[in-house]
């Protein structure tokens, strides 16, 4: 069974705090990425990554940055944490894409649910 | 524009019945992917169906079955035989070809409430 584990689920941290979360997949998985799931928005995609020290940005990566030194793990930095970042955070993992007619899912963690005060 | 447009905020149903969540997409690619992602409330989403673009017919798996209407640009999940385990957030997804590295963009979600 594909597990991805993710830190922490509940996590409270102050304004201009810097914070991490952390995210762990055990499949050998070469694709990760970080969502943030907002009532009424859905999820949207932040960062991803398709191999270690390689990342992407997603449809939302201002105020976030991401490191990816091993392959199982991908971590989410919040600079300057701000109270607009409060919201759920969702990590995935899938195996490299094998193209379109693949039938390949993303594997995602229980969630973080950050609030920024 | 909504790349994925799910309509319904939230459906109820009861127990044993069959219920038909809407997904409505946008995409001029020929090669997609759709995904259906089931969320019950400890926050983990669940993979439940796939369906592919160029896919002759209909998916299913279990209880869950995907009516694709290709012209129409539809792909609602249909749940038979609802159970009080099926309460949860579901969520449309689609993957396009030209992404690549399986990029999903995601609707808004239907929040899905079975009663006895």
């Known amino acids: 069974d594909v597990k991805v584990t993710q830190s922490s689920r509940y996590l409270v941290k102050r304004t201009g705090e810097k914070v991490f979360l952390e995210c762990v997949q055990d499949?050998?998985?070469?694709?990760m990425f970080w969502y943030r799931q907002d009532p009424g928005l859905g999820l949207r995609l932040i960062y991803f990554?398709?191999?270690?020290?390689?990342?992407e940005k997603g449809d939302i990566p201002e105020g976030y940055s991401v490191s990816r030194e091993k392959k199982e793990r991908f971590s989410l930095i919040l600079e300057s944490a701000s109270t607009n970042q409060t919201s759920m955070y969702l990590c995935?993992?899938?195996?490299?894409?094998?193209?379109?007619?693949?039938?390949?899912?993303?594997?995602f963690g229980p969630g973080t649910r950050l609030t920024v005060l | 524009a909504q790349k994925i447009t799910q309509t319904q905020p939230g459906m109820f149903v009861q127990e044993k019945e069959a219920v038909t969540l809407d997904c409505t997409y946008d995409?001029?690619?020929?090669?997609?992917?759709l995904f259906w992602y089931k969320q019950p409330s400890s926050g983990e989403m669940i993979f439940l169906i796939y369906?592919?673009?160029?896919?002759?017919q209909n998916a299913t798996e279990g209880r869950y079955s995907l009516n694709f209407q290709k012209a129409r640009k539809s792909a609602n999940l249909v749940i038979s035989a609802s159970q009080l385990g099926d309460s949860a957030m579901y969520f449309c997804?689609?993957?396009?070809?030209?992404?690549?590295?399986?990029?999903?963009?995601f609707g808004t979600g239907t929040r899905l409430l079975v009663s006895p």
């Open positions: 990554s398709y191999d270690v020290k390689m990342k």
């Open positions: 499949m050998d998985h070469e694709n």
């Open positions: 997804a689609m993957r396009e070809g030209k992404e690549g590295f399986q990029k999903l963009v």
């Open positions: 995935a993992s899938s195996i490299r894409d094998r193209g379109i007619y693949s039938t390949d899912t993303q594997y």
């Open positions: 369906q592919g673009s160029y896919d002759q």
């Open positions: 995409t001029s690619d020929p090669s997609y992917g």
